[in-house]
């Protein structure tokens, strides 16, 4: 009549057991301590790279591990939840039972009486029932045989009564029995049940636990791992603000000749830092009539524009920072900003509407980095870039024409960062490695619908898509007309680097640049050594590489390769950061979106 789990429990032991066994196997997870190498050094990347393909060898093998049971997991906790639930019913059938033996006693309570009076006149009737008296009592025959039928019917009932009502005591008894036998069964199975649920939840949760730590960790890293490449970036001198001029490596429509085909390029929407003003993207709302004001909005959040003192005095030295090297020049907040240099002069769209945006977004700079000019502002692209003789010109009348006005939230300037080009989407500091949130910068999607549903969608509709760095290529090798075009055996060689580097973290130092000194001074495998450490699963040549992206927050999500009979995914960060280290020459994936075209 009860459920009979034991088959069940047998599976779930033998489930949680491996799920114990894996855990147990791994261990905590423990990342080698890389903060004692020089943070410059290529030991410490190697360091970071060991750290990060251990950390996930181990994740990996914990996910491998407990995949196969997963099945069985998902089986077996359908399993649990029906047992569950026969057991329940079963608790309902003995509380239906229970109640109607209550009301059952009562009830025999009752025919007790009854039973006795009826086994008394039973017995009575049965010492006194003589059918030789009846008939000689009776004056007729038929008087006889009526009180005959009569005295025997009045036995049978009293029989039969007395029949039932012990068979209802006798009933009631074993219902009694029953009940209690099946609570202390049904109690047992549910705390044995109850044991294993908890140790199952507690094993399944302690390895989503650990394999979260792991994820964590190597999150971690990665970010170190960022830091180190980024320096590394930044012997590309990318243009931060939109007056340096330049353009990319081998733009599509440049026309620049590599002089081989089907070669493979990949372009960065933008420059790094998409934080604040967009330069370009403010000449394109400029264009398409929005005033200063509707600019600043669409790049900041502030609660108004307001005049300051136009006397406050700023200091500008000669470092690349707040209150570094000399003061070399100091005067009035307006004068200083007639002397920035940030934008052209040809801006001059709906009544300068971008200059005058990038005049207030300045002085709201200056004022906010500063602290109101009590500290010197360095005059490089690090702060704003000055120069001691005035712009003159247009921007000379913007700057009039907005003459002491700064953004202002919660009554103070805010820090008004910008840059040259954003590639179609403005972040919020929050989403820069190594920055504080601020609640002044905003995320957006820098076009007029504010979405994007494809690459050709951004180009065509980007705000900032005019800006020679929209979509642009980085580095370059004077053998190859200057662009940064890579063949496809190039690109092979990547490829393989990464699957090496996932196989074997030992092999990091020797995955570097083949065309540049190893700054480990050990050997640099180059691309035959790479590919026949990797043996059949190596790459000859690739004859496609596609992106996925994720167009709501403006990045490239993964990459996938295909040649020589194979075909791999990789993360679209892991991608990049294997490209920027073995790519030859300066050539870089500068950014978080990123695409490749083919020649």
Not at 464 to 487: E, I, M, N, V
Request: aromatic letters at 10%; proline letters at 3%; hydrophobic letters at 35%.
């Amino acid at each position: 009549m009860f459920p009979r789990p034991v088959k069940l429990l047998h599976i779930a032991v033998a489930i949680l057991v491996g799920l114990s066994l894996v855990i147990l196997a791994h261990g905590p997870a423990v990342a080698d301590n890389c903060d004692n190498y020089d943070q410059r050094s290529q030991a410490y990347y190697d360091c970071l790279g060991r750290s990060i393909d251990d950390l996930n060898s181990q994740l990996q093998a914990s996910v491998n591990a407990t995949k196969p049971l997963q099945s069985q997991v998902d089986n077996l906790s359908k399993q649990l939840e029906s047992l569950q639930g026969q057991i329940t019913a079963a608790e309902g059938k003995i509380r239906n039972l229970s109640d109607s033996i209550t009301l059952r006693e009562h009830s025999i309570a009752n025919q007790y009486v009854i039973l006795a009076i009826k086994v008394r006149d039973y017995y009575k009737k049965m010492q006194l029932y003589n059918p030789f008296m009846v008939f000689l009592s009776s004056g007729r025959a038929s008087d006889v045989v009526r009180g005959l039928a009569y005295r025997a019917i009045s036995v049978d009932d009293d029989k039969n009564l007395i029949v039932n009502i012990t068979n209802d005591i006798i009933q009631l008894e074993a219902d009694k029995k029953q009940v209690e036998a099946g609570k202390q069964q049904l109690a047992a199975l549910q705390a044995k049940l109850d044991t294993q649920k908890a140790f199952f939840d507690k094993q399944i949760a302690s390895a989503q636990s650990w394999q979260a730590q792991l994820s964590n960790q190597i999150a971690s890293l990665s970010a170190k791992q960022q830091a180190f490449l980024a320096a590394k970036l930044a012997g590309l001198n990318i243009p931060l603000y939109a007056l340096s001029g330049g353009g990319c490596s081998s733009d599509l429509t440049n026309g620049k000749d590599p002089g081989f085909s089907g070669g493979f390029g990949f372009f960065t929407f933008g420059v790094p830092n998409r934080v604040g003003l967009n330069q370009y993207g403010a000449w394109g709302r400029a264009k398409a009539g929005e005033n200063d004001e509707q600019i600043l909005h669409a790049y900041y959040n502030f609660d108004s524009i307001s005049g300051v003192d136009t006397g406050t005095t700023i200091r500008v030295n000669n470092g690349n920072g707040i209150n570094q090297g000399s003061v070399i020049w100091s005067g009035s907040i307006e004068d200083y900003v007639k002397r920035v240099y940030e934008v052209p002069d040809s801006w001059t769209d709906n009544g300068n509407a971008a200059l005058k945006a990038q005049a207030i977004a300045v002085r709201s700079y200056v004022l906010a980095a500063t602290d109101n000019g009590a500290n010197s502002i360095c005059a490089n692209q690090y702060c704003q870039v000055f120069k001691t003789d005035p712009k003159g010109g247009n921007w000379d009348s913007a700057v009039s024409g907005t003459s002491g006005q700064v953004m202002l939230q919660g009554g103070k300037p805010i820090k008004a960062y910008f840059s040259s080009t954003h590639g179609g989407y403005v972040y919020a500091t929050a989403d820069l490695s190594g920055w504080s949130s601020t609640s002044f910068t905003k995320r957006a999607i820098d076009t007029p619908s504010g979405s994007v549903s494809s690459i050709s969608d951004l180009r065509s509709n980007a705000y900032d898509r005019d800006s020679p760095w929209f979509y642009c290529d980085w580095g370059g090798r004077s053998q190859y007309g200057g662009t940064a075009w890579l063949k496809p055996s190039e690109m092979a060689d990547i490829v393989n680097v990464i699957l090496l580097a996932k196989q074997d973290s030992s092999a990091q130092s020797h995955l570097s640049q083949p065309d540049k000194p190893n700054p480990e001074g050990v050997d640099t495998w180059d691309a035959g050594t790479v590919a026949g450490k990797l043996g059949g699963s190596a790459y000859s040549t690739v004859d496609s590489v596609s992106m996925n992206f994720d167009f709501g927050s403006g990045k490239t999500t993964s990459v996938t390769v295909s040649g020589s009979g194979h075909t791999n995914t990789f993360d679209a960060n892991t991608f990049k950061d294997y490209f920027n280290l073995r790519a030859p020459s300066n050539i870089q994936i500068v950014g978080p979106l990123y695409n490749v075209e083919r020649r």
